[in-house]
């Protein structure tokens, strides 16, 4: 059989320099702590964000809800995961028609006019854990930020991971985490179990696992993923699992690795929805911050290794003044790299739930 393009091997592993309820949704609608570091990286690097900025933004959304009634979609699209395909650029999003999400994949040749396919990862009814929702949320892909962001194999197919609620509705119930397995990252199948679930966690996660990232270094697997707390308001904060097999996780002992920021700060509330890339030997996790009164941006959180990060102040993408795509919240990352340029693909809502409208825009690091 003929190698496949996305066939690449691993790079070598990274050197050390290295009263709402329970709906997010509503959460993020009601608009208006220190971590666990190493103390050395402070002091012996300063953090650089340059290379990680993406300030430019298209300013009109590249995906949108189908005006098809009956369709996985037809409420809104969110949650972008863009990967490079064969021959063109692929975005799996969440699509969400009032049951729940499900995983719908685009495609484009310029990764700003975007094609819709259809559901790659659907809710299965004979399901207990599927039946309502299931929600692909990344692809193992080139761990590099400036690699071409190539999904890789694993035992000669793709893996990615996925959530799910248990219950009808906008992200009801304490959901879990499961991976899928794919030929040719259109038609997917999902491993019947989970591999974390939130009552065999700390209470930090007891309420239900959010969005998740995998990847690889070495011959250790990380899935970075986000949870809530039982606490009303809840809070939402980053953990990793470690596994050299894929089957078999282990939650750091560490976790929360991100945590929540003090009050007034722009992760208050949640941080949430890690995408976790490689540059120069660090660990670059994207992620958004919520607060009540101030909405969802997207920030930067840095590592020296995988267990210890540090806060960037600025955000990567923030909200938009009144009357653009994003002038309520501008979150959840998806990052690659193409044509010399640094792609960064949000979730933007714009307008107050329920009458706010929700689909995906882009920035990018140089001018449009």
């Known amino acids: 059989m003929s190698a496949s393009p996305f066939d690449v091997p691993l790079p070598p592993a990274a050197s050390a320099a290295g009263f709402f309820r329970a709906s997010r949704r509503e959460a993020l609608a009601g608009i208006g702590a220190s971590l666990i570091a190493a103390p050395a990286f402070a002091q012996t690097r300063a953090i650089d964000p340059a290379p990680f900025r993406t300030p430019h933004k298209l300013g009109r959304l590249i995906l949108a809800k189908s005006e098809d009634a009956s369709a996985f979609d037809s409420q809104f699209v969110d949650a972008p995961l863009v990967f490079r395909g064969p021959d063109r650029f692929y975005m799996a999003y969440y699509g969400f028609d009032g049951t729940g999400y499900q995983t719908g994949l685009a495609e484009s040749d310029d990764l700003i006019n975007w094609r819709k396919r259809g559901i790659i990862l659907a809710r299965d009814p004979s399901s207990p854990i599927t039946r309502y929702n299931v929600a692909m949320s990344s692809i193992l892909r080139e761990p590099d930020l400036h690699s071409r962001g190539r999904p890789i194999k694993v035992g000669g197919r793709y893996v990615a991971s996925w959530n799910a609620y248990p219950k009808p509705g906008m992200e009801e119930g304490p959901a879990v985490i499961g991976l899928a397995w794919s030929d040719d990252l259109i038609r997917w199948r999902r491993d019947p179990e989970p591999i974390l679930r939130p009552e065999d966690g700390a209470p930090w996660e007891h309420a239900g696992l959010y969005k998740s990232f995998l990847t690889r270094d070495g011959d250790t697997y990380y899935l970075f993923y986000n949870a809530k707390t039982h606490d009303m308001p809840w809070l ?97 990352p998806s990052v690659i790299w193409h044509d010399g340029a640094l792609y960064h693909f949000y979730c933007a809502v714009s307008g107050q739930y329920p009458n706010e409208t929700r689909g995906i825009s882009v920035a990018r690091s140089t001018p449009w």
């Open 236 to 332: 939402e904060q980053i953990g990793v699992a470690t596994s050299r097999d894929l089957r078999k996780w282990t939650r750091h002992p560490g976790n929360p690795l991100v945590k929540v920021g003090e009050p007034g700060s722009n992760d208050a509330r949640f941080a949430a929805n890690p995408y976790v890339l490689r540059y120069r030997g660090l660990w670059a996790m994207y992620y958004y911050g919520y607060t009540s009164r101030r909405g969802a941006r997207d920030l930067l959180a840095i590592g020296r290794d995988p267990f210890h990060f540090e806060k960037v102040a600025e955000p990567m993408i923030d909200r938009g003044p009144p009357g653009t795509v994003d002038e309520t919240n501008a979150h959840k």
